[in-house]
Every structure is written in structure tokens, then in C-alpha cells.
């Protein structure tokens, strides 16, 4: 029983993990695109 919950525990970090990444690369892109619009104008 203690293998099952430590195994949903560790996958439910790995898609903590996976959300964060996906929120720091969508931060990114928002901070280049700016910059391209301040650029370009």
C-alpha cells in the first residue's frame, strides 16, 4: 500500500513539475515577445 501512494505521490510532482516548467516557458516567451514589441516600435 505504501509503494501505490508514494508512486501517485511522486507522479503528481512530476505534473507540479511539469505545470511550473510550462508556466517559467510561457513567462519567458510573454517577456521576449515585449521586448520584441518595445524593439519594433
Known sequence: MS?????K???HKDKML???SV???LEIV???LEIFEKVCK
Open 23 to 25: 508556466l517559467a516557458i
Open 18 to 20: 511539469v505545470l511550473a
Open 3 to 7: 509503494n501505490r501512494r508514494n508512486k
Open 9 to 11: 505521490t511522486d507522479s
Open 30 to 32: 510573454n517577456t521576449i
